[in-house]
């Protein structure tokens, strides 16, 4: 039996403006386009990317997923450039708001959609909570989905769930945040995640992906702070391999190959090298 095929994973650290739909929904797309134009296999795009996260506008805009407007955009281009999408978007279903995420595949189908479990407080009055888990089987091996917070619930019980569900890798679009005076150079950013990430990495041989947008937030609760990217990659031995710009400037593309290795005892796992 052939294991999982090594892929190429862009992290897509895009610009997000509040309650900017149709210019969110045309800056994804061109980004996943331009990941496939690189030989990207799998685009990572960020939380809530069509409104923002915890925008005002996720109570009159959110849309269905997959037939509403950003989803649907987001399956197009999957299939037109010939490449798997994760994304977040804030999803409407019936009376409920939800902090979604979703898979799609290169014929524009979609494969996964998980429902944000671990949400901040300030998120709970717009967006109603999940209630599982979600791992998807690819040619690149057993992928499994979360949203940014999900990855620090107590004692990273959501992201070791998804191990024990076989995922080889697992992806996380993500919304990070700082205080609009943060110093960066003072204060890196970054070591949440890292000590989220990396002992489940090294538990599991699982590599974990976190791609955050970038700008300043305009309404909300936190109005005021800013998106900073920073995105990162955790490879199977736990090791960083690679973070993201800092900045509410600093959009990007990051490449990183991953590439399957043996695993004895759980089947496959997987080394990553930048390139």
């Given at each position: 039996m052939k294991g999982?095929?090594?892929?190429?994973?862009?992290?897509?650290?895009m610009e997000v403006k509040g309650g900017e739909?149709?210019?969110?929904?045309?800056?994804?797309?061109?980004?996943v386009a331009e990941a496939a134009s690189q030989g990207a296999d799998v685009a990572l795009l960020p939380e809530c990317l069509d409104l923002g996260w915890t925008h005002p506008s996720s109570q009159t805009m959110a849309s269905e997923i997959p037939k509403g407007e950003a989803c649907a955009a987001l399956m197009r281009a999957a299939?037109?450039?010939d490449i798997y999408v994760c994304a977040g978007l804030t999803e409407k279903s019936g009376r409920q708001i939800y902090n979604?995420?979703?898979?799609?595949?290169?014929?524009?189908?979609?494969?996964?959609?998980?429902?944000?479990l671990n949400e901040l407080d300030i998120g709970h009055?717009?967006?109603?909570?999940?209630?599982?888990?979600?791992?998807v089987d690819t040619e690149?091996?057993?992928?499994g989905l979360m949203i940014c917070a999900d990855g620090f619930a107590k004692d990273q019980v959501l992201s070791r769930s998804l191990c024990y569900m076989g995922a080889d890798v697992i992806?996380?679009?993500?919304?990070?945040?700082?205080?609009g005076d943060h110093d960066n150079t003072r204060t890196p950013y970054g070591e949440t995640w890292r000590k989220a990430y990396q002992p489940v990495a090294r538990e599991f041989s699982t590599a974990i992906f976190g791609a955050s947008n970038v700008g300043a937030i305009s309404d909300g609760p936190w109005k005021g702070r800013k998106c900073?990217?920073?995105s990162l990659g955790i490879d199977s031995s736990g090791e960083e391999i690679l973070q993201g710009p800092y900045g509410t400037d600093a959009e990007c593309i990051l490449y990183v190959d991953v590439k399957p290795v043996p695993r004895p005892a759980r089947g496959t796992g997987w080394i990553e090298r930048g390139s």
């Open positions: 999982p095929k090594e892929f190429k994973l862009a992290l897509v650290q739909r149709a210019r969110n929904i045309q800056n994804a797309v061109e980004r299939e037109e450039h979604s995420a979703v898979i799609i595949d290169t014929e524009g189908q979609l494969l996964c959609r998980h429902r944000k009055a717009y967006y109603a909570q999940g209630d599982r888990l979600n791992v690149f091996g057993r992928i992806l996380s679009p993500s919304a990070w945040a700082v205080p900073i990217g920073c």
